[in-house]
Every structure is written in structure tokens, then in C-alpha cells.
């Protein structure tokens, strides 16, 4: 029986009440006056349940969906103003045990190489990402407790912390593996991590045991009670996310909200991040056997109906997606993006030959974290590369409390004005220099407190003329 405070995987994500749920949508998609009450209530920006956000997925009123679009940027705007958060993926390793049907690095997939970074290689990568500008990474790795056993992750997330090379450092280290412990969870917040992102792949069970065949993955319990195993190991900031194109997306976006939900309910806070990557194609992964794909179009509608319904939580893409569609979704509420990305183990540092051969999906978006920033900010976007909140402590719902009172705009955007500087000042280009010079000098006019605006102005200066780094509120 659906129960969003339970801890039983089939009890919070209830295959039934998703059903339910989109048997309701369809039946009021054209209900006109619960989708106006819906935008309504959405408009109070305190979220909409699965339900409510369901039909307006499934609404197919063309004026209506044109509001759900202004809402969505609005929301956007409010809560987020224009700033984006800039990362990197770092892949530690590509040895994997699992079977996963979609992914290049699964077990019976003998041609690819199979690398993992020695401690060595991890500071090669890193240098090569601090040199890009890079502060904030997420890292990755297959499941493999021999090769990549959680002393190794440990001891990599130690390596990338201690490397300091020129003015470069890297301040927040989220990590990507596979569902464990709460045992683990515990050595990985201790070793001071800041998001940790697991993707639930399918919220649909069945689907998720054919596409999981063989491996530890294919626990659906234990997956998809990872975030609470998390939670119960200290850590409050947690990343969800489901791969569109693997089940029909109307199920999968209801299974998201219905996990969202359940974090809620049972620890009190909603997950930091949503992710919303789309299938590609990889090494002997053809997305043409997927029925499941999703259109651009219901892709930006998703965004936009993530963005109304859970507000506070950011919202990630990768370079999966292409710099049009990034473009799109950028509007409808995406929060994070990942720039110059290598999704291949030693990318950063080997150049090429190696991102060819051991990569986990193609890249879209191509383009170097210089060309991703200058593009941001001719769309008078502020990159920014911040990460003060999780050095200041304020995690979980310390971060939400803030955040929901509106208070975090009083660090965001002076945060990322500083860090922008810091970029500029240490890796830009001449022109990109030029133009993030220019924005910055007009947004610390919008700072409304005189007196934040003042040290913001001595911190810039102190940047590019003492050669001061890390201010941050
Ligand atoms: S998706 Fe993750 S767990 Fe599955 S094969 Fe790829 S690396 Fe391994
Ligand atoms: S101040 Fe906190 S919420 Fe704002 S950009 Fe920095 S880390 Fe993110």
C-alpha cells in the first residue's frame, strides 16, 4: 500500500499509485478548471504532490501550457535569479560488475578498456581540471568492490581535495557510485563530500530487473532505498534522478516527485538535486533498440514541471544534451551544468585517443568550459563557480530552511559574482574576460544591500590585484 513515509522501496514508489495517478491525468488533462487551480497553487511556489504535477505534465492545452512555461521561468528567476553553477565530471574507474543493458561499462562488454586511475593519474586529471577553472566536481565510478572498493574512492576523494596547483582547488567533491552501506555513507561524509547522486535509472520495477539483469544493481529495494541508507549515514544532501528514454516518461516523472516526496516525509528534507539525463549512444549501446526516447519538446515540458513542482530543489544537465537544448531548459528552471566535460576514465589529462575508446556516452555538447562560460554570459547568465554552502555548514536543511525563507539570494549572487571573478582573473580567455568584466560591473549594481555590495567591491579588487582568492558569504 502506497505509504510515502514508509522505508520499503515498494511502499513509497507504489506501483499502483503511479498508475492511479496517471490514470488521473489523463482523464483531467483537458479538465480546465483543476489546471487552472493547479497553476494557481503552483504560483504560491510551495511545490505541487505528483499528482497535481502529473496532469499538468499530461495537459495538452496549448494556452495553459504557455503559462506553466512563464511560471516555470519565473519560479526560475525567483529562486535562482541568473546565476548557473558550473561542473565537471571526474571518472574514476569503469570496472563494473553489473549488467545494466544501456551502459557501455557493463560487465560483458569485453572490448572496451577498462582503466582506473591510479592516485597518480587522479592528480594528473585534477590539475587538468583545475587548469580549466573547475571547482566543484562529481565523480564517477562503476560498481566493482575489488577494483573500486570504497577505500579507493576514499582515498581518490583525499588525493582531489589536497591538490592545490596555482590559484586552482577543488572545494566541493559530490560523488556519483554505486547504491552501498550506511556504514559507507558515513566514511564518505566524513571524508567530507558534498552531494551524493544516484540515479534511479527506472522507478518501473519490471523494467528496472530486465534492464538490470545481472549485478548488485539488480536489487531494486536496495537501489531505490539507497537515499535513506544515505540520510541515516549523515549525509543531507542527496542527488536523484532517473535516465528518460529507458521507461515511458509520465511513469518516471511521478516516481521522481513520489521520491522526493518520501525524503520529505521521512527525513524531513527534500533531495539537493534533481538530474534529468536523456539515453545516448554509447560504445555497443544503440539508443535506436530503446522505445522509450523522449522528444525535445517533452523534455523542455519536464523541466518546466520539475521547476514548478519542487522549487527549491536545483535542477542538473550535462553535456548529454546539446548546446540548443541546453539553451531551451536553461529558461525553464535548470540550475547546474557541466562544462568541458570528458565522460572517459583519464580524459582530462590523456586528451583523445582515450576519450574515444573508454567513454560512457557520447557528448553533445563538445564545446570547452571557456566557450560554455562565454556563452552564459552573452545570454546574461552569471556562471558561477560557488560552493560556500557546504563549506559554511549549511547542508540539508539547514540549506533548505534558508532557501525557502529566500535568504540564500543573499549569498548566491555575490558568491558567484566573487567566483566569477576568480575564474576570469586565473583561466578565461581575453574575450571572455572582456565580457564577464562587463557583466560583473553591472550586476553588483543589482545587489540591493549597500553594505554586501561594498565588500563585494573590495573583494573583486582584492582579486585581481592582490591575488586573493576564496571570499565567500
Ligand atoms: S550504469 Fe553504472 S552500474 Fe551500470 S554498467 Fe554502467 S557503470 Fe556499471
Ligand atoms: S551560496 Fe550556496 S546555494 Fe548559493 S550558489 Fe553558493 S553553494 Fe549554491
Given at each position: 500500500m502506497y505509504n510515502p513515509a514508509s522505508r520499503v522501496a515498494e511502499e513509497f514508489i507504489d506501483h499502483q499509485e503511479i498508475l492511479d495517478t496517471l490514470k488521473y491525468a489523463e482523464e483531467n488533462k483537458h479538465n480546465e478548471a483543476l489546471i487552472t487551480e493547479l497553476i494557481e497553487k503552483a504560483k504560491l511556489r510551495k511545490g505541487l504532490s505528483h499528482r497535481e504535477a502529473s496532469v499538468l505534465l499530461e495537459c495538452d492545452i496549448e494556452e495553459k501550457n504557455q503559462e506553466i512555461y512563464a511560471l516555470a521561468e519565473q519560479i526560475k528567476k525567483?529562486?535562482?535569479?541568473?546565476?548557473?553553477?558550473m561542473f565537471a565530471p571526474l571518472y574514476l574507474s569503469n570496472y563494473c560488475v553489473n549488467g545494466c543493458t544501456y551502459c557501455p561499462y557493463h560487465l560483458k562488454n569485453k572490448h572496451i578498456p577498462r582503466k582506473k586511475l591510479t592516485q597518480e593519474e587522479v592528480r594528473r586529471e585534477v590539475i587538468a581540471l583545475q587548469d580549466m577553472g573547475h571547482k566543484r566536481l562529481a565523480l564517477e565510478a562503476g560498481e566493482d568492490p575489488v577494483n573500486n572498493p570504497i577505500e579507493y574512492i576514499l582515498e581518490c576523494i583525499d588525493t582531489i581535495y589536497s591538490i592545490k596547483h596555482k590559484n586552482g582547488e577543488i572545494r566541493r567533491v559530490n560523488v556519483n557510485i554505486a547504491a552501498t552501506t550506511v556504514e559507507n555513507y558515513r566514511k564518505?561524509?566524513?571524508a567530507g563530500i558534498g552531494t551524493y547522486i544516484l540515479f534511479q535509472e527506472t522507478y518501473h520495477k519490471e523494467s528496472y530487473l530486465e534492464l538490470h539483469p545481472t549485478g548488485p544493481k539488480h536489487d531494486y529495494a536496495y537501489h531505490t532505498e539507497a537515499m535513506d541508507r544515505a540520510m541515516e549515514g549523515g549525509i543531507d544532501d542527496v542527488g536523484i534522478g532517473v535516465l528518460f528514454g529507458l521507461d515511458k516518461y509520465r511513469y518516471e516523472f511521478a516516481g521522481l516527485l513520489m521520491h522526493a516526496e518520501h525524503l520529505e516525509a521521512?527525513?524531513?528534507?527534500?533531495?539537493?538535486?534533481?538530474?534529468?539525463?536523456?539515453?545516448?549512444?554509447?560504445?555497443?549501446?544503440d539508443i535506436n533498440s530503446f522505445t522509450n526516447g523522449i522528444s525535445d519538446d517533452i523534455f523542455a515540458k519536464i523541466v518546466a514541471m520539475i521547476r514548478i513542482a519542487v522549487p527549491y530543489t536545483g535542477m542538473i544537465i550535462s553535456t548529454r544534451e546539446s548546446q540548443e537544448c541546453r539553451e531551451r531548459v536553461l529558461h525553464l528552471g535548470v540550475s547546474q551544468i557541466s562544462g568541458g566535460s570528458k565522460t572517459s576514465v583519464g580524459g582530462y589529462a590523456d586528451g583523445e585517443e582515450e576519450e574515444v575508446s573508454s567513454e560512457q556516452f557520447e557528448v553533445s555538447d563538445t564545446r570547452t568550459l571557456d566557450e560554455v562560460v562565454k556563452?552564459?554570459?552573452?545570454?546574461?547568465?552569471?556562471?558561477?563557480?560557488?560552493?560556500?554552502?557546504?563549506r559554511e555548514g549549511r547542508t540539508g536543511d539547514r540549506f533548505m530552511s534558508l532557501c525557502k525563507s529566500g535568504q540564500i539570494q543573499n549569498c548566491c549572487h555575490p558568491n558567484a559574482l566573487m567566483t566569477l571573478k576568480e575564474y576570469l582573473v586565473d583561466y578565461a580567455s581575453?574575450?571572455?574576460k572582456a565580457i564577464g568584466d562587463k557583466l560583473i560591473e553591472k550586476e553588483i549594481t543589482t545587489i540591493p544591500k549597500e553594505k554586501v555590495r561594498q565588500i563585494v567591491i573590495e573583494n573583486l579588487k582584492a582579486i585581481e590585484e592582490d591575488n586573493r582568492r576564496d571570499f565567500r558569504f
Open positions: 525567483d529562486f535562482y535569479g541568473n546565476r548557473i553553477v564518505l561524509k566524513d521521512v527525513w524531513g528534507v527534500g533531495p539537493h538535486t534533481i538530474s534529468v539525463p536523456r539515453l545516448r549512444n554509447a560504445d555497443d549501446i556563452w552564459l554570459m552573452e545570454m546574461d547568465y552569471v556562471p558561477s563557480f560557488c560552493t560556500a554552502c557546504y581575453e574575450e571572455t
